[in-house]
């Protein structure tokens, strides 16, 4: 597609419960990246993927968390058990090749909401 | 982990004024970028500055990178109130991800 396309744009699921958010990345683009953004707070990594594989999962906060990207394009970003704490806007990011090469092209975000 | 601080924190100004907003950083980089935030929407990427570059343009924006001092200046030209957004500083820490700092929210008055 032409942009990044983050799916669903709202979340608002109760605590305990388990999430899915969906990222598809721009047609071509090997690297793409998760992040997490608090109210008034920058980005924060949560994972990068080259390719079908995580090439560095180090952002992830905890093994409630786990992401995939099986063909290489449309990665899944899965939260169980969630917290209230786990509320934030989850940003998707591509980019042509990965390492910190090129500018990312983001998202529009997830915005999870946990009651 | 947070590489980048920018500052101010917060710049008001009036429309047609000039605005620079800082970033600091603490580990050797590559690669340093700035992006623009509207309220509630995606970042969008500004420019992107190598470890070899001191300054790039873009319209009317101007980039310029001080590794000595590892800090980095966006500055925006005869702001207008669309350039109203967070601006955030964004470097690689000589790896494969782009940390983010905290961000400058700039407020151009009409």
Known sequence: ?115 | SQQGEEDPQALSIQEGENATMNCSYKTSINNLQWYRQNSGRGLVHLILIRSNEREKHSGRLRVTLDTSKKSSSLLITASRAADTASYFCATDEGGQNFVFGPGTRLSVLP
């Open chain 1, 1 to 115: 597609g032409a942009g990044v396309s983050q799916t669903p744009s709202n979340k608002v699921t109760e605590k305990g419960k388990y999430v899915e958010l969906r990222c598809d990345p721009i047609s071509g683009h090997t690297a793409l990246y998760w992040y997490r953004q608090s109210l008034g707070q920058g980005p924060e990594f949560l994972i990068y993927f080259q390719g079908t594989g995580a090439a560095d999962d180090s952002g992830l906060p905890n093994d409630r968390f786990f992401a995939v990207r099986p063909e290489g394009s449309v990665s899944t970003l899965k939260i169980q058990r969630t917290e209230r704490g786990d509320s934030a806007v989850y940003l998707c990011a591509s980019s042509l090749t990965g390492g910190a090469t090129y500018g990312y092209t983001f998202g529009s975000g997830t915005r999870l909401t946990v009651v």
